[in-house]
């Protein structure tokens, strides 16, 4: 059984920010696997189904960005799973906009919603991809980079990203992590 969380903050004013790719990763993934992700559970919309064999829950924690790891940590303790078989998605300020990267385990680094995830859960053992959203220009506000929208140019980039993250997720889940770390990283 895989758990897919996706990182993002909820509420119209935050869609489509770079701060939300992950729910954007989850709604893809939602669309293409046919999971309703609607069920309000453990502070998260979740919906659940099957990838091939493995059982699959989509989560979009509801908490806001810097509280994801109360809602995480509620569901771990609801389906009892290996936090090897964790799956977060979030941006990252340290990639291009559409490029990937896929870990094992890593600090939460300067992601306040990984930082709330370690701590929650007590461990940096779990797999996470890393969608990138770009530097911010400099002098630029990190928050409101980060709640801001994509422009016209990189919107492209980001359709090339959000889909290369859900097949780096589909690869994990039917196949294994280390053979969506070689297909997809760096990518």
Do not use: W
């Amino acid at each position: 059984m895989y758990i897919i969380v996706g990182l993002g903050n909820p509420g119209k004013q935050y869609e489509n920010t770079r701060h939300n790719v992950g729910f954007n990763v989850i709604d893809i993934l939602a669309d293409e696997y046919g999971i309703s992700v609607t069920k309000m559970k453990h502070k998260a919309l979740i919906g659940e189904g099957r990838v091939g064999t493995e059982k699959v829950v989509l989560v979009k924690p509801i908490t806001y960005m810097n509280l994801s790891g109360e809602s995480l940590a509620e569901i771990y303790n609801f389906y009892k799973v290996e936090t090897s078989n964790i799956v977060v998605i979030y941006d990252d300020i340290d990639l291009d906009v559409g490029k990937i990267r896929i870990r094992k385990k890593g600090s939460g680094g300067t992601h306040n919603g990984m930082r709330s995830i370690v701590k929650c859960l007590g461990t940096t053992d779990f797999p996470r991809v890393r969608v990138g959203v770009s530097k911010p220009e400099p002098g630029r506000d990190l928050a409101s980079f980060v709640l801001s929208r994509f422009s016209k140019e990189e919107e492209a980039d980001l359709k090339d990203g959000l889909e290369k993250a859900v097949k780096a997720i589909d690869c994990i889940i039917r196949e294994d992590i280390d053979l969506s770390m070689n297909k997809f990283n760096g990518k």
